[in-house]
């Protein structure tokens, strides 16, 4: 019925069988809507793999439409939402796992139990008494029928055997106890369990019933269950491992590139303390050349005094003395004529 519902809804629509006045406040739904399923669209809905199982999960709450999953996959942000939409069935998946594992946890223990059977309880004069009244009876039906085969008489032989039989099953139930639970435990060592779906099976069991297990519908959805949670989680472990590198890479770039900032401020440094060297030599050099001009000059005015106050002077004072002797004796000076 749900297959032939779903068959109509891609054929005609959703809202095939609304009503003119209720397709006017239809809203058409879509694949992102909180009533979609999401773990459908994007790979498998837990709740069908175990329809009709022991494991059954019941309907799913959300919708299930073939449409919404071909908008999914064709729509520009499919990638976008893929691990939005994994994540949310590996949380649904590692719940189911989860209630497996120890359901399997409890039926390993279960199985590696060392039961030990108590002895047989003794048995009581009663039912002593029983057991011999039983074998004497079983004597003497055994007898008859011995009689009764030598004289050929066989259905009367046959009627008194099945007399046998029934007391040998009587003497049977007197000697050994009731099984018990610790029976039960025993024979289940004869058992071996699925670890894929926790189901108890027959040890060394007939090909064709193992073949049976491994095809049937409750191994086959929780195998695909612990497949994806495996992929999922590879996938998660490699990613968070490309992020690591790609960490370590960008940490080593900013390393280097801050070394490269380090060297060029120290080539920068070290060409300004050259040029302020070479600023403090041109200074001092400008320093030592100030002084020595200074020095020159100095000496320049003490040569040419020394010029002045040596020979040349002694020679200057001599020819000015002359010369103020002439200028005492001239005639028109001193009122003298001719």
């Not at 279960?110 to 057991?131: G, S, Y």
């Not at 195998?223 to 968070?240: I, N, P, Q």
């Not at 280097?256 to 600023?279: A, F, I, L, T, V």
């Amino acid at each position: 019925m749900d297959a032939q519902r779903a068959l109509l809804d891609e054929l005609m629509g959703a809202a095939r069988n609304l009503t003119d006045e209720e397709k006017k406040g239809y809203r058409e739904l879509k694949w992102d809507d909180r009533e979609a399923c999401a773990c459908f669209m994007v790979r498998f809905c837990p709740h069908d793999l175990f329809v009709n199982t022991r494991s059954d999960l019941g309907p799913c709450p959300r919708v299930h439409d073939q449409k919404l999953k071909e908008s999914f996959e064709n729509s520009p942000r499919h990638d976008t939402f893929v691990p939005r939409f994994e994540a949310e069935l590996a949380q649904f998946c590692e719940k189911l796992v989860s209630d497996l594992d120890r359901k399997v946890r409890r039926g390993r223990e279960r199985l590696d139990q060392e039961v030990e059977l108590p002895p047989p309880p003794p048995i009581t004069p009663e039912k002593a008494e029983q057991l011999s009244v039983l074998e004497e009876k079983i004597k003497i039906l055994l007898e008859q029928v011995e009689s009764l085969g030598e004289v050929g008489k066989v259905d009367e032989a046959e009627a008194l055997m099945r007399k046998v039989e029934s007391l040998n099953a009587e003497k049977t139930a007197l000697i050994q106890p009731p099984q018990t639970a610790l029976s039960m435990l025993t024979q289940e060592k004869k058992m071996a369990l699925c670890e894929i779906c926790g189901s108890f099976l027959i040890a060394n069991d007939a090909l064709e019933r193992a073949q049976s297990h491994i095809t049937g519908k409750q191994h086959i959805g929780y195998g695909m269950v612990r497949d994806f949670l495996s992929e999922y989680k590879t996938t998660m472990e490699k990613a968070k491992e490309e992020e690591r590198l790609a960490r370590e890479k960008e940490a080593e770039e900013r390393r280097k590139q801050r070394e490269k900032e380090n060297e060029s401020r120290s080539r920068r440094s070290s060409s300004n303390d050259r040029e302020r060297h070479r600023d403090r030599e041109n200074s001092r050099d400008r320093e030592w050349n100030g002084k020595y001009r200074d020095e020159g000059r100095g000496a320049d005015r003490r040569w040419h005094g020394d010029n002045r106050n040596g020979r040349d002077g002694g020679r200057s004072r001599y020819y000015d003395r002359d010369s103020r002797r002439s200028r005492s004796r001239s005639p028109i000076r001193h009122g003298r004529r001719r």
